[in-house]
T-cell receptor, first 115, second 110 residues
Framework: EADIYQTPRYLVIGTGKKITLECSQT?????MYWYQQDPGMELHLIHY???????EKGDLSSESTVSRIRTEHFPLTLESARPSHTSQYLC??????????????FGPGTRLTVL | RKEVEQDPGPFNVPEGATVAFNCTYS??????FFWYRQDCRKEPKLLMS???SGNEDGRFTAQLNRASQYISLLIRDSKLSDSATYLC???????????FGTGTSLTVIP
């Protein structure tokens, strides 16, 4: 089983609130990712990180921000939540491999609903 | 054009059947290829990596055709527990980003 955790698992919140989705992994992986997935749709990469103090935006434009102060921790923050942010957010991590990349391990996800 | 394309299905097959899924990718520079399985409302989990020479893991066989830019997954002797969505995932060397297909839904019927 992968040692990657996300909290909260479910969050229902009102418009305009600031929220932080937590993601932690205990595998010592350098690379971490945040994906957004709507029901029946593909995962879209919104942020990734190669290591401490490294963050990059993914292909899907997102109003969220991330930080990577510690290897094991990769939180995602929405400064002002809107109904359009309602989705499932999946965190993943992988080793810093060469070539095309290594297996990603996923957390259980956070299902966010913004009213 | 999407980076990764899959037939969404659904595929409804009887137990014991053999079923095959295909996936095409658009970027010829892609370096790594995977099949993930995602159960309803759960996170994706790696089913198998796909190697150039093709590889097999029990009832599952994966093939890669770089010339035609497609990947396949063959499931033999389907079990009820194989019911899930199968995601094709392609990784690029630059940036080490991964691109996911929309997934192919499989239901194995008793």
């Amino acid at each position: 089983e992968a040692d990657i955790y996300q909290t909260p698992r479910y969050l229902v919140i009102g418009t305009g609130k600031k929220i932080t989705l937590e993601c932690s992994q205990t595998m010592g992986h350098d690379k971490m990712y945040w994906y957004q997935q709507d029901p029946g749709m593909e995962l879209h990469l919104i942020h990734y990180s190669y290591g401490v103090n490294s963050t990059e935006k993914g292909d899907l434009s997102s109003e969220s921000t991330v930080s990577r102060i510690r290897t094991e921790h990769f939180p995602l923050t929405l400064e002002s939540a809107r109904p359009s942010h309602t989705s499932q957010y999946l965190c993943a991590s992988s080793e810093l491999g060469t070539g095309g990349g290594n297996e990603q391990f996923f957390g259980p996800g956070t299902r966010l609903t913004v009213l | 054009r999407k980076e990764v394309e899959q037939d969404p299905g659904p595929f409804n097959v009887p137990e014991g059947a053999t079923v095959a899924f295909n996936c095409t990718y658009s970027n010829s520079a892609s370096q790594s290829f995977f099949w993930y399985r995602q159960d309803c409302r759960k996170e994706p989990k790696l089913l198998m990596s796909v190697y150039s020479s093709g590889n097999e893991d029990g009832r599952f066989t994966a093939q890669l055709n770089r010339a035609s830019q497609y990947i396949s997954l063959l499931i033999r002797d389907s079990k009820l527990s194989d019911s899930a969505t199968y995601l094709c995932v392609v990784g690029k060397n630059t940036g080490n980003q991964f691109y996911f297909g929309t997934g192919t839904s499989l239901t194995v019927i008793p």
